[in-house]
Nanobody, 128 residues
């Protein structure tokens, strides 16, 4: 399994970015896909996750600080999960990672330790 994250960059406060994570070796059905971020000197923290079942239903989860600004989505045809980030703030500056958790029924989607596979990270820097 490989996860390839991209889309980071240097932006100004209030700008938008869309991160992409393309997966090979797994499908998104019956998996949990998550985005985490890690600022320098800090621990890795949960940002968003999406759980998609074989019926097509999906559940989305967000950390409070990004609710209403970030949107997680999946394009099955491209095997890619996205994180649309709007109204970015300097506090959003971090290295962003995508991850996959095969424990579809896990309730601990917010814990990095729940995820078996990780992408390499893409840097997002928001200037004030």
């Amino acid at each position: 399994v490989q996860l390839q994250a991209s889309g980071g960059g240097l932006v100004q406060t209030g700008d938008s970015l869309t991160l992409s994570c393309t997966a090979s070796g797994l499908t998104f059905i019956d998996n949990i896909m998550g985005w985490f971020r890690q600022a320098p000197g800090k621990e890795r923290h949960f940002v968003a996750a999406i759980r998609r079942s074989s019926s097509g239903a999906s559940n989305k989860y967000y950390v409070d600080s990004v609710k209403g600004r970030f949107t997680i989505s999946i394009d099955n045809a491209k095997n890619t999960v996205y994180l649309q980030m709007n109204n970015l703030k300097p506090d959003d500056t971090a290295l962003y990672y995508c991850a996959a958790d095969s424990s579809y029924f896990s309730s601990r989607y917010y814990l990095p330790t729940e995820y078996e596979y990780w992408g390499q990270g893409t840097q997002v820097t928001v200037s004030s």
